[in-house]
């Protein structure tokens, strides 16, 4: 089992960065894919990114290609999404996720999640 707690979330004026981190607890981190997923109410949860075990393989929704970048470091059970150049349309709940299989993009594809961290972007 693994336990996800989210960080870095906060509010940016557009055109702005933010570094999101996800820490992992246990010791099996590194035998789980990575995704990021985000969600704004009434709406259904959103693939971001997502990132394989070792970190070699990385897959982002058209979204947000060019301006976020996955990343892991298995050292230290932490995953982060960097997010540049953010528009108001980037305004959501962020979660990351932990999953058994690489290139899945559904949220019913993961099996771990965190609380989630909030990112609002002003115009």
């Known amino acids: 089992q693994v336990q996800l707690v989210e960080s870095g979330g906060g509010l940016v004026q557009a055109g702005g960065s933010l570094r999101l981190s996800c820490a992992a607890s246990?010791?099996?981190?590194?035998?789980?894919?990575m995704g990021w997923f985000r969600q704004v109410p009434g709406k259904e949860r959103e693939f971001v990114a997502g990132?394989?075990?070792?970190?070699?393989?990385?897959y982002y929704a058209d979204s947000v290609k060019g301006r976020f970048t996955i990343s892991r470091d298995n050292a230290k059970n932490t995953v982060y999404l960097q997010m540049n150049s953010l528009k108001p349309e980037d305004t959501a709940a962020y979660y990351c996720a932990a999953g058994s299989y690489a290139y899945r993009t559904n949220s019913f594809q993961y099996d771990y999640w965190g609380q989630g961290t909030q990112v609002t972007v002003s115009s």
């Open positions: 246990g010791r099996t981190f590194s035998s789980y894919a």
């Open positions: 990132i394989s075990r070792g970190g070699g393989n990385t």
